[in-house]
């Protein structure tokens, strides 16, 4: 089974709207960590937003947010007032602290295109 | 305050040779990994280097292979090139003791013949 999946291939948003890239993901790990990273054309992994597995509150960083619904096995990111900028891949990864300790699984990617 | 730095940036081979590519983590990060991207995929795990050793690895044949130097900086080394091997090589780095997050560097884009 996939440890992270990533239902859109590609979104589409208006400028200033908000969006939301779906995630699920896998693990019996107790102990795991969700993240989201950016990958923009120059190809460099840009990290966005963190959620731990025990972590009470949905997390937030500026314009990022995470909707993480743990008996859902969701953590969805949420974007809000989109910017032109906000157009790239966004890549949604997990790592499971007791199982497999230091890797970090990524699922497939969504495309993100931002419409002026 | 650099971050990740990798060299080359591009690199094109044929069947059947070796490339070595190149590492430098983040200042304060004393742990680097390795991650394949083929294209339209997620970056795959190869393996991850702490205190010069490899500590855990993916699904990746022997062919791969890499090594931490004492200022923290790896390699990654490929023999016996495959044209599946092409991909967009990725390192990243993190403070063992720290945050969770790793740091990612630009990528070097090898293309196999």
């Known amino acids: 089974a996939q440890k992270i999946t990533q239902t859109q291939p590609g979104m589409f948003v208006q400028e200033k709207e908000a969006v939301t890239l779906d995630c699920t993901y896998d693990t019996s790990d107790p102990s795991y960590g969700l993240f989201w990273y950016k990958q923009p054309s120059s190809g460099e992994m840009i990290f966005l937003i963190y959620q731990g597995s025990y972590d009470q509150q949905n997390a937030t960083e500026g314009r990022y947010s995470l909707n993480f619904q743990k008996a859902r096995k969701s953590a969805n990111l949420v974007i809000s007032a989109s910017q032109l900028g906000d157009s790239a891949m966004y890549f949604c990864a997990m790592r499971e602290v007791q199982f497999t300790g230091n890797q970090f699984y990524f699922g497939t990617g969504t495309s993100l295109t931002v419409i002026p | 305050d650099a971050g990740v730095t990798q060299s080359p940036t591009h690199l094109i081979k044929t069947r059947g040779q070796q490339v070595t590519l190149r590492c430098s983590p983040k200042s304060g990060h004393d742990t680097v990994s390795w991650y394949q991207q083929a294209l339209g995929q997620g970056p795959q795990f190869i393996f991850q280097?702490?205190?010069?050793?490899?500590?855990q690895r993916g699904n990746f044949p022997d062919r791969f292979s890499g090594h931490q130097f004492p200022n923290y900086s790896s390699e990654l080394n490929v023999n016996a090139l495959l044209l599946g091997d092409s991909a967009l090589y990725l390192c990243?780095?993190?403070?063992?003791?720290?945050?969770?997050?790793?740091?990612f560097g630009a990528g070097s884009r090898l293309t196999v013949l």
């Open positions: 990243a780095s993190r403070r063992t003791s720290g945050a969770n997050v790793l740091t």
């Open positions: 280097y702490y205190e010069e050793e490899e500590r």
